[in-house]
């Protein structure tokens, strides 16, 4: 019975979605094989320059350079594996081929490369390894280093174990040679093709994120004797709040307060990404020596206990300064609240006391209108009295019955109580068009 295709509607990221898991897979490997792994730090913007460079390489080798845009490159030519990778911060070269002769570190599958191209890689190399992957000396049993490859680790920190269950035995000992480059032996003891290129490209991955956790230290300890002279500064000035009285000197502080959270801000951002990224490469790089199931080889401490005693206390400096800075920004923002609420305090008082002024003011004005008034009603009161004597005068002169100083005196009363009324209805309409109109 055939099957018939449905059509899907998809979404449009799906098939890259799903294509991602299948992504940087491990390489095959076979003892005895050799790998050299460079790790170059790039730079903002460098995604074109770092293709750039893996299709001039690709070149040299005569290969096909993958397309724009991709992340994760493998191609074989003529026995050399190439495996690059591009990450967030940096990009990965790891060429890999058959070990020839006894010497695992003699020629290195670095030398299958051009030489002036590695030559032109850009400043910027942050981790170089010769890994060499052997087949169990004769004789061997699982113990130590075997003791022809002691002189490859003369240093007296050399990390190892049993790997992979009992598989495999690998050492280390971080540390950088005259070439530029550091060192891993693995030594297969019943290894499948897989396991060998999982075992092998883990080891590699943890001596990068190692490196690449390592890079906040030196961040840490720049910004360390900036945070004591911070410390003290933020603790002198939270212990003038309470000294300061007059606002002009309180917002003189205020200003030093916000100037020492600016500078604490600055010092925040240029390390928060830093900090951030530190801790995710050190997640990485625990999750890598699980995953390595290492067992104790008698005598020596395994990369675990290694890790353990050097990047750790390096990753809990990092915590602590960025704890620190933190806790800065935490006093500097209390002590800025407190001298801004006594600030306010401050103005609202002066402004109590400006409106108490104004209403005094005020009082003052009621009653020197209301004294103006009083003398207004007088001076209309006599102009308008005034104004009747003389209509009583030209009566009397018309002929009319009237006594002109009766009149006039009948007349004071009412003329004064109609100036005042109508001042009265003037002020109320005038006050009661004040209050209709908008503030």
Known sequence: MSSRTLPLPEHPDRRQVSDEVHARPYPLMRAPEQASHLAVLSVEGSAAADHATLAGLCRRLGCAAPPPGANHFAAAVDGLQLRWERHTEFTSYTFIRPLEGADPFAEPAIRAVPEDW????????????????????????????????????????????????????????????????SRILVIDMGLRERQAGRLVQRLLEIETYRTMALLALPVAREISPQLDRLDRAVTETAGRIAGVSDIGSQRALLGTLTGQAAEIERLVNGSTYRFGAARAYCALVDRRIAELREQRIEGLQTVAEFMERRLAPAMRTCESTTARLEALAQRVGRASNLLRT????????????????????????????????????????????????YAAKAAKAAGAPIDIELATGLAIPVVIGGVWLMIRRIRRRLLRRGEDEPD
């Open 118 to 181: 590695v030559a032109a890689l850009p400043e910027a190399v942050l981790v170089a390894v010769h890994a060499a992957l052997l087949p169990a000396p004769a004789g061997w049993r699982g113990g130590g280093l075997p003791p022809e490859f002691e002189p490859h680790f003369a240093s007296a920190n050399v990390s190892g174990s049993l790997m992979t269950g009992g598989a495999a035995a690998g050492w280390t000992d971080f540390v950088i040679r005259e070439d530029g480059f």
């Open 342 to 389: 006594r600030v306010d305090i401050e103005l609202e008082a002066q402004n109590r006391d400006v409106l108490k002024s104004m209403n005094r003011r005020a009082r003052l004005q009621l009653r020197l209108q209301e004294t103006v008034e009083g003398l207004s009603v007088v001076a209309i009161s006599y102009y308008a009295v005034g104004r009747v004597g």
